[in-house]
């Protein structure tokens, strides 16, 4: 069974540096595309960027580029979203997700969301 | 970046209606060398995260009801509910993943 379990809900403060995590199980970790989506509250979901933990191939949304930071540990089968420095306005909910199993890189596959709440 | 607009923002319809929601591309999503289309539909649903209904434009993924259908080739989609239950209350979103990945801003779709 595929799964991506994503690291519990955190808050922080303005200016202050975060690593939320999506650990996936059950398919080839390396084998797919694994994207961050972001979905600020009563808001759309946005694309923020992607990465291809088999050789780290990533890619930002324009939006996304410079804001944050997406890398992978294969040794552990883990996706990040990383923050320098946060503002306010990153408080949202992150979804990760995984195009395991599928024919192409549409997002088959999410995990159970967390939720980012900055404030001073 | 490709961008993606859905149509409506918004609708309500009453129990076993016909739901039709529109998304268009803002350049073609589609690939000659494998003749697919590079466009997936996903439900939203509060308190749970995105669900794929749709993908390559007209695949049902797994475990989706076939009241759900997509259709549509190049910049023109459509995703239609044929007859909408209770349990379909949500927002759906439309997403390219010709070039990058974007998605729609979203259609609600509620029980009039």
């Known amino acids: 069974e595929v799964q991506l379990v994503q690291s519990g809900a955190e808050v922080k403060k303005p200016g202050e540096s975060l690593r939320i995590s999506c650990k996936g199980s059950g398919y080839g970790f390396t084998n797919y595309w694994i994207g961050w989506v972001r979905q600020v509250p009563g808001k759309g979901l946005e694309f923020m960027g992607i990465i291809f933990p088999g050789d780290s191939d990533t890619r930002y949304s324009p939006s996304f580029q410079g804001q944050v930071t997406i890398s992978a540990d294969t040794s552990i089968n883990t996706a990040y979203l990383q923050w320098s420095s946060l503002k306010a306005s990153d408080s949202a909910m992150y979804y990760c997700?995984?195009?395991?199993?599928?024919?192409?890189?549409?997002?088959?596959?999410w995990g159970q969301g967390t939720l980012l709440t900055v404030s001073s | 970046d490709i961008v993606m607009t859905q149509s409506p923002d918004s609708l309500a319809l009453s129990l076993g209606e016909r739901a039709t929601i529109n998304c268009k591309s803002s350049q073609s999503v589609f690939y000659s060398d494998n003749n697919k289309n590079y466009l997936a539909w996903y439900q939203k649903k509060p308190g749970q995260p995105p669900k794929l209904l749709i993908y390559?434009?007209?695949t049902r993924a797994s475990g989706v009801p076939d009241r759900f259908s997509g259709t549509g080739s190049g910049t023109d989609f459509t995703l239609t509910i044929s007859s909408l239950q209770a349990e379909d209350v949500a927002v759906y979103y439309c997403q390219q993943y010709y070039n990058s990945w974007t998605f729609g801003q979203g259609t609600k779709v509620e029980i009039k």
């Open positions: 997700a995984s195009s395991a199993y599928g024919s192409g890189a549409y997002l088959s596959y």
């Open positions: 390559w434009a007209s």
